[in-house]
């Protein structure tokens, strides 16, 4: 195994940070979960999913640290998320629309990474939701509707990974992430000057957000059903530099191997809806059980989540777990192969090397 093979290995399957969080993991399970068992109960499954993906997105950007910065950060995601939500909704049934959408919401959240890594996770979660709810038909629930349950999901998601964090010393929240105080108060500044100063964040913003905005105008034309999966794909792998995108493809593919595997042989073995409920609690309550230790356990536990959200709803058996890995395979291979052709132009970081706004995990 050459050096550069080995790098690539070590840093996609690292340890960010040992043992698991019970606490966390409980939390984020009530709220991904809870919202989904209630919508499947009173047969309402548009709100049920709207719900999870609400308390799903606004708890995973809630960062361990001082009560402020949960707050802080929490509701922002919360907030930026559902408006992010609302415009995809709104535009959903056009696909020159949503491409214009996306390609300026992308942008200006991948210049969140200018702010920090809660920044960069923040700016993460709010262009996937974007994809995501983009690709959802919102029927029978109106713009209004979506918009409200994924908020009150939100705000219960926040409160839960506030309390279940508030154990956590603030020294383990990376030593560079700025105070949000600091955030406050220099964001809009520091956003703007972002793409005055920062050729590399400036190149790599425009990148994703082109990429994403093109591939979601060829799947909407094209007519897929979940053909949201590719810009999604290309969404968490794409990065600024190659080393970095090359160790989020690597994470991507081995995570969406291992959660399609497991979401295959339990629509093959059963169509209970109730059971998928269950087997969609535990998976969130592993992924935020694990989710310090590193991202590839995000990845393995986030496509299983989001896979039965979506079966528990809508059952398509073994299928829909097939088209899943199709779909984010041809996500990964695009992504690496515009980053590779785009590379030899555009202004990026040396190899390996890691600017202060990407601690490894914002993405």
């Not at 949960?70 to 998320?81: D, E, F, P, Q, T």
């Not at 809009?188 to 905005?213: E, I, N, P, S």
Request: with cysteine; glycine share 12%.
């Amino acid at each position: 195994m050459s050096e550069a093979t080995g790098t690539l290995w070590s840093d996609a399957f690292r340890v960010e940070r040992a043992g698991i969080d019970p606490l966390a993991g409980l939390a984020g399970a009530i709220a991904t979960c809870g919202p989904l068992a209630l919508g499947v109960a009173f047969n309402e499954p548009a709100i049920g999913v709207a719900g999870c993906f609400g308390g799903l997105n606004a708890a995973l950007g809630v960062p361990r640290g001082p009560l402020r910065e949960r707050l802080g950060w929490g509701i922002a995601a919360a907030l930026l998320c559902t408006l992010s939500v609302t415009i995809a909704t709104a535009v959903q049934d056009s696909a020159v629309a949503s491409a214009v959408a996306v390609l300026v919401i992308v942008a200006l959240a991948t210049a969140l990474r200018s702010l920090g890594p809660d920044g960069g996770l923040t700016g993460f979660v709010i262009g996937a939701i974007f994809t995501i709810t983009n690709g959802i038909p919102a029927a029978p629930l109106s713009i209004g509707e979506r918009s409200m349950w994924f908020l009150a999901a939100s705000a219960v998601g926040v409160a839960l990974m506030v309390l279940a964090y508030s154990g956590d010393h603030p020294l383990n929240r990376s030593a560079t992430a700025p105070a949000l105080s600091d955030v406050l108060r220099t964001g809009a500044g520091k956003l703007r000057d972002t793409f005055a100063h920062d050729a590399v964040l400036r190149a790599h913003a425009l990148r994703l957000a082109t990429v994403v905005a093109v591939t979601t105008l060829g799947y909407k034309l094209l007519d897929l059903e979940h053909g949201y999966w590719i810009p999604l794909t290309i969404l968490a792998v794409l990065q600024p530099d190659e080393h970095a995108s090359r160790v989020r493809a690597l994470q991507r593919a081995a995570g969406t191997l291992v959660g399609t595997i497991g979401i295959a042989l339990l629509t093959i073995s059963t169509g209970s809806q109730w059971l998928m409920v269950a087997a969609q609690g535990l998976c969130a309550f592993g992924l935020f059980a694990l989710f310090a230790r590193g991202y590839f356990w995000l990845v393995v536990l986030l496509t299983p989540t989001a896979l039965l959200t979506i079966s528990a709803v809508d059952y398509q058996g073994a299928d829909i777990a097939l088209e899943r890995a199709l779909t984010s395979g041809a996500g990964i291979l695009i992504g690496l192969a515009i980053g590779e052709l785009v590379w030899r132009v555009a202004p990026q970081l040396p190899s390996g090397a890691r600017p202060w706004h990407d601690d490894g995990r914002s993405t």
